[in-house]
């Protein structure tokens, strides 16, 4: 089956500064790359949409400047966490379409467990 | 009031138990649905997609009644390896992106 990566696992780092976490889809091409936060004991909420090739949609309340999102190739989405506070530690989570399932399956990373000090 | 609402449980059953989760949804647009499940500190992984006439995989069975915007699932003989967290999932086929509910958790006791 598709198989999409995420790196890092995790990352703990110190406040104030940027984070990137990497987003590949290993075995099929992906236009449309999301990417959703998850806090503890809470659902997936969804961050943006990333297409490959064009600037990614954001969600209500997601600073756009903050979480920075690069889809430069149809297997790889990027998200830049900048300047990261603790209120920002979060487990994150990527996901891609496939072609299977008439092609509205979502495949999703393994997650980055981000911790801020 | 939650695009997506579910019982968050927990729901403590012996191995061999049946047990359902049922969910509700707000959104008319919402062309498809699924449930994931999610272990702990893990992504989420597409246990089966829900369709109106019900469907069946193995000792899960959903269905879904569009009428009301009621998705639920249904697991037989109850096994210890069923442990986890049950995501009720739908998705506006439009934007493709998936809306969660927060989750019903299930511990299966030997």
């Known amino acids: 089956g598709a198989v999409v990566s995420q790196h890092p696992s995790w990352v703990i780092c110190k406040s104030g500064t940027s984070v990137k976490i990497e987003c590949r889809s290993l075995?099929?091409?992906?236009?449309?790359m999301f990417w959703y936060r998850q806090f503890p004991k809470q659902s997936l909420m969804l961050m943006a949409t990333?297409?490959?090739?064009?600037?990614?949609?954001?969600e209500q309340g997601v600073e756009k400047d903050k979480f920075l999102i690069n889809h430069a190739s149809l297997t790889l989405s990027t998200l830049t966490v900048t300047s990261a506070h603790p209120e920002d530690s979060s487990f994150y989570i990527c996901?891609?379409?496939?072609?299977?399932?008439?092609?509205?399956?979502?495949?999703f990373g393994p997650g980055t467990r981000l911790t801020v000090l | 009031r939650k695009e997506v609402e579910q019982d968050p449980g927990p729901f403590n059953v012996p191995e061999g138990a049946t047990v359902a989760f049922n969910c509700t949804y707000s959104?008319?647009?919402?062309?498809?649905f699924f449930w994931y499940r999610q272990d702990c500190r893990k992504e989420p992984k597409l246990l089966m997609s829900v369709y109106s006439s019900g469907n069946e995989d193995g000792r899960f069975t959903a269905q879904l009644n569009r009428a009301s915007q009621y998705i639920s699932l249904l697991i037989r003989d109850s096994k210890l390896s069923d442990s986890a967290t049950y995501l009720c999932v739908v998705m506006d086929t439009g934007r493709r992106a998936l809306t969660f509910g927060s989750g019903t958790r299930l511990q299966v006791q030997p």
């Open positions: 959104n008319s647009a919402s062309q498809s």
């Open positions: 990333s297409n490959e090739g064009s600037k990614a949609t954001y």
């Open positions: 075995d099929f091409q992906a236009t449309t």
């Open positions: 996901s891609a379409i496939g072609t299977g399932g008439g092609g509205i399956t979502q495949y």
